[in-house]
C-alpha cells in the first residue's frame, strides 16, 4: 500500500505545477457533491409515513394536515404541504400560487452548488491543457537548444503534459456524472411535488365545493 501511495505521489509530481490547482479543484467537486448528497438523502426524500395517505383517493385534507404538522418542518416535501394545507380555506388559484411560490423556493435550493459541479467540468480539462501546453514547451525548448539533448529531460516534459491532461479529463468526467445525477434527482423531486400537490389541491376544490 505505501509503495503505491509513493508511485502515485510520484505521477502526481510529474506532472507539473497545474496538478495542484487540479487537486484543488477535484477536492472542490467531491465537497459539492457530499453536500448534495446529504440534502438529497436528508431533506429531499418524501417521508414514508406521508406515502400512504397521498397514495389513497381521496386523502382527507384535515387528517393529512395533522400528519404533516408532525413531520420535520425541513424536509422539502413538508414544506410544500403545509405551504398548501396553509391555505386551504383560500381561493383555489391563491393555493396554487403559493404552492408554485413554495416550489420555486425548493427548486432554488436543490439547484445550489449545481453550478459548482458544471464550472468543475468545464474548467478541469482547460486546467489540464494548460498543462499539456506547458509541458510541451518545455520539451520543445530542448530542442531549440544548442548542443546535445537530454532524452530523460524531453520524456519529462512529455510526461508532464499527459498526467495533467489525464487528471483533468478523470475530473471532469466524475464532475459530469455528478452533475448528470443530482440534474436527474432534482427533476424525479420536483415532479413529484407537483403530481402529489395537484392531488392535494383537487381534494382541497372538492372539500371547498362540497362545503355550504
Request: with cysteine; glycine share 8%.
Amino acid at each position: 500500500m505505501e509503495d503505491q501511495i509513493d508511485a502515485m505521489l510520484t505521477v502526481l509530481g510529474a506532472g507539473g505545477i497545474f496538478v495542484y490547482p487540479l487537486i484543488v479543484v477535484g477536492v472542490i467537486a467531491i465537497a459539492c457533491a457530499i453536500d448534495r448528497l446529504y440534502v438529497y438523502l436528508r431533506w429531499a426524500r418524501l417521508p414514508a409515513y406521508l406515502t400512504r395517505p397521498l397514495a389513497n383517493a381521496p386523502i382527507d385534507p384535515d387528517s393529512f394536515q395533522r400528519l404533516v404538522a408532525k413531520a420535520a418542518p425541513d424536509n422539502y416535501y413538508v414544506r410544500f404541504f403545509a405551504a398548501i394545507l396553509a391555505n386551504s380555506r383560500q381561493p383555489v388559484w391563491l393555493i396554487e400560487s403559493r404552492a408554485a411560490d413554495e416550489a420555486a423556493l425548493i427548486e432554488r435550493r436543490l439547484d445550489q452548488g449545481l453550478w459548482i459541479l458544471e464550472t468543475v467540468v468545464t474548467a478541469a480539462p482547460l486546467l489540464g491543457l494548460l498543462g499539456t501546453i506547458t509541458g510541451m514547451i518545455g520539451a520543445f525548448r530542448l530542442f531549440g537548444a544548442s548542443g546535445a539533448v537530454d532524452p530523460a529531460a524531453v520524456t519529462g516534459g512529455v510526461a508532464e503534459a499527459l498526467i495533467a491532461t489525464a487528471i483533468g479529463i478523470v475530473i471532469a468526467l466524475l464532475a459530469l456524472a455528478a452533475y448528470n445525477y443530482f440534474s436527474h434527482r432534482r427533476a424525479i423531486v420536483l415532479d413529484e411535488m407537483e403530481r402529489l400537490g395537484t392531488r392535494l389541491i383537487d381534494r382541497i376544490r372538492m372539500s371547498q365545493g362540497a362545503a355550504p
